[in-house]
């Protein structure tokens, strides 16, 4: 599926196909990702959408088709070399249990940096950064359990964008807020994104959320079949 958009995608998904057993989630999937683009990726409950996601994440590998990051196939890749895409080039926004309970708000968005072996007062330091941008410095010393929905949520997007990643894939990021917390969250992650020029991959069924994005994809029985002009 084309977007109008001119010059190279960033990622593309092509015909991909997966199935579980005897269920088929994506049945010849297309997806075109430009640098600094949002695409959202709409449909009904058990279309594919998810799946997509994770095929185009390296999470799960298709049966058929390709999925290409920067030119380069995921399917050809070892573990490791996805392992390693996903943590350096990649960040992750999901709705629920991301964070870590026993960890502090601050050392949970340090753990991306801490993991790619950053020490840890810069990590933090820099994780102190980004929960600033995303208005949530004043919880970096609770944890998980001890915010509120919207600012953990928050706090998950922050992680997402500290390792300054190239594609964000975010997954109803914002189904279990209320709708007035849902859209500063969206504000927030898009207006992150654009500053940095990252690519976001978001799945959500809510057109409210979708009108964050730049062009929207609809999956239905495993096929993209529509797209919306530029919301
Ligand atoms: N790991 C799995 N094992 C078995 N079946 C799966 C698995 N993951 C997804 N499916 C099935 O594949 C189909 C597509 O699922 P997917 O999660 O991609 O849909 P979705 O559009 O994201 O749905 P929702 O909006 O409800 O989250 C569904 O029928 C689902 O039950």
């Given at each position: 599926?084309?977007?109008?958009?001119?010059?190279?995608?960033?990622?593309?998904?092509r015909?991909?196909?997966?199935?579980f057993?005897p269920?088929?989630a994506l049945?010849?999937?297309?997806?075109?990702?430009?640098?600094g683009?949002?695409?959202?990726?709409?449909?009904?409950?058990?279309?594919g959408?998810?799946?997509?996601?994770h095929?185009m994440?390296?999470?799960?590998l298709?049966?058929?088709?390709s999925?290409?990051?920067q030119?380069?196939e995921?399917?050809?890749m070892?573990?490791?070399?996805?392992s390693a895409l996903r943590r350096?080039e990649?960040g992750?926004?999901?709705?629920f249990?991301q964070?870590?309970p026993?960890l502090?708000?601050v050392?949970n968005v340090?753990?991306?940096l801490r993991?790619?072996?950053?020490?840890r007062?810069?990590?933090?330091a820099k994780?102190?950064?980004q929960?600033?941008?995303?208005?949530v410095?004043?919880?970096?010393?609770k944890?998980?359990?001890?915010v509120s929905g919207?600012q953990?949520?928050r706090v998950?997007?922050a992680?997402?964008?500290?390792?300054?990643?190239?594609v964000?894939?975010?997954?109803e990021?914002?189904?279990?807020l209320d709708s007035?917390n849902?859209e500063?969250?969206?504000r927030?992650?898009?207006d992150?994104?654009?500053?940095?020029s990252?690519?976001v991959?978001l799945v959500?069924h809510?057109?409210r959320v979708?009108?964050y994005s730049?062009?929207?994809?609809?999956?239905?029985?495993g096929?993209?079949?529509?797209?919306?002009?530029?919301a």
């Open positions: 599926m084309t977007t109008g958009t001119t010059g190279e995608p960033i990622m593309s998904a015909a991909v196909r997966k199935s057993g269920t088929q049945d010849g999937a297309d997806l075109d990702l430009h640098p683009q949002v695409v959202a990726v709409m449909g009904p409950s058990g279309s959408k998810s799946t997509l996601l095929c994440a390296g999470i799960i298709p049966d058929d088709g999925v290409t990051y030119g380069r995921l399917s050809t070892d573990d490791s070399a996805r350096n990649f992750f926004v999901f709705q249990g964070l870590v026993e502090t708000c050392e340090a753990l991306p993991l790619a072996g950053m020490g007062k810069p990590a933090e994780a102190t950064d929960l600033a941008r995303l208005e410095d004043d919880v970096a010393e944890r998980p359990g001890d919207g953990g949520q998950a997007v992680r997402s964008l500290v390792t300054t990643p190239k964000i894939f975010a997954d990021p914002t189904g279990a007035l849902g500063r969250v969206m927030l992650l898009v992150a994104a654009k500053a940095t990252a690519s991959v959500t809510e057109p979708a009108a730049d062009y929207e994809v609809v999956v239905r029985d096929k993209t079949r529509a797209a919306v002009g530029a």
